[in-house]
């Protein structure tokens, strides 16, 4: 199975923008749910954004609700999280992964082709 590939990380002040775009192949992208996830420096990872297959259902973290968009882009088969308003607690490498609809409940679910990761640092 080919990995996820993220990119768009950068360094940013608070209260500025990214947006990490995540690469996935045509048939995964149709077919299974994508998720954001972040990992902090001695902190577990943690479920940042989740879309299901042609865009359904959404499911956000507390701590990025009004702040972060999980959309898709149909043409490019890319998964796209736009940050605004970030904050130094926003500082992660943040990961992309897919998981079968069938297995994930509430964003939650077995994820699986993790990507290499894209470091965001808000300072």
């Known amino acids: 199975h080919v990995q996820l590939v993220e990119s768009g990380g950068g360094s940013v002040q608070a209260g500025g923008s990214l947006t990490l775009s995540c690469a996935v192949p045509r048939n995964t992208y149709t077919t299974m749910c994508i998720g954001w996830f972040r990992q902090a420096p001695g902190l577990e990872r943690e479920g940042v954004a989740v879309i299901y297959p042609n865009g359904g259902s959404k499911y956000y973290a507390d701590s990025v609700k009004g702040r972060f968009t999980i959309s898709q882009d149909n043409a490019k088969s890319t998964v796209c999280l736009q940050m605004n308003s970030l904050k130094p607690e926003d500082t992660a490498v943040y990961y992309c992964?897919?998981?079968?609809?069938?297995?994930?409940?509430?964003?939650?679910?077995?994820?699986?082709?993790w990507g290499q990761g894209t470091q965001v640092t808000v300072s």
């Open positions: 992964a897919a998981a079968h609809p069938s297995e994930v409940v509430a964003g939650n679910g077995p994820y699986h082709r």
